[in-house]
């Protein structure tokens, strides 16, 4: 089975300040892992994704993942938070060892940048 | 590409009226996803095809629901009888073959059962 955790439900960065969002994860084979952003009112998008390779990912509008697998981690950065980055991101996992794997996803970070 | 397409973007109906909820994956695309998003419970997957096969639809809530996918270009998900508990945003999501390539989401439908 294969499973993800966001383990806040919220967070607050001023603008101009680094910004994390966590996630860790759970999966029975290698671990492919994406991030997405959802604006109000609207679908899902896709930020970026690791698959193999360099453990850190770059992805759209500036922000990055850093793959830990000790950690079982894949926490989203973004060095400086705009304001216009408010938004509910959502972790995902597809399981590596099954060619045609479901997509599961996190609960969910909501996160608010106050100017 | 005009993206996934579902259709209608908002639906309000009366419970134990049936309810159909369209989409129309991109091109090319061969997984197929449904997801239903609601406050108390997130983003759940009820249902996924693979090459217009279902693999696996443990996430289906009951028997009142129920998917089909007919052709590469469509499928439907069904809820007959609709209930109040049933009120979330489905959303419809494809992709490519392989679990390396990311999934590619629609507006959702918005489904009211009053």
């Known amino acids: 089975a294969q499973s993800v955790a966001q383990p806040e439900d919220q967070v607050n960065v001023a603008e101009g300040n680094p910004l994390t969002v966590k996630c860790t994860y759970s999966?029975?084979?290698?671990?492919?892992l994406f991030w997405y952003v959802q604006y109000p009112n609207r679908g899902l998008q896709f930020l970026l994704k690791?698959?193999?390779?360099?453990?850190l990912v770059k992805g759209s509008y500036g922000f990055e993942a850093e793959f830990n697998k000790s950690q079982t981690s894949f926490h989203l950065k973004k060095p400086s938070a705009l304001v216009s980055d408010s938004a509910l991101y959502f972790c995902?996992?597809?399981?590596?060892?099954?060619?045609?794997?479901?997509?599961?996803f996190g609960s969910g970070t909501r996160l608010s940048i106050r100017p | 590409d005009a993206g996934v397409i579902q259709s209608p973007r908002h639906e309000v109906t009366e419970m134990g009226q049936e309810v159909t909820l369209r989409c129309k994956p991109i091109?090319?695309?061969?997984?197929l996803f449904w997801y239903r998003q609601t406050m108390m419970r997130g983003l759940e997957l009820l249902i996924y095809?693979?090459?217009?096969?279902?693999?696996?639809d443990s996430g289906m809530p009951e028997d009142r629901f129920s998917a089909k996918m007919p052709n590469a270009s469509f499928s439907t998900l069904k809820i007959q009888p609709s209930e109040p508990r049933d009120s979330a945003v489905y959303f419809c999501?494809?992709?490519?073959?392989?679990?390396?390539?990311?999934?590619?989401f629609g507006q959702g439908t918005r489904l009211t059962v009053v």
């Open positions: 995902a996992v597809r399981d590596g060892g099954n060619s045609a794997s479901k997509i599961i």
């Open positions: 095809f693979n090459n217009n096969v279902p693999i696996d």
């Open positions: 999501a494809s992709s490519w073959a392989g679990s390396n390539t990311e999934a590619f």
């Open positions: 999966v029975s084979g290698n671990p492919y």
């Open positions: 091109s090319g695309h061969n997984s």
């Open positions: 690791y698959i193999t390779g360099d453990n």
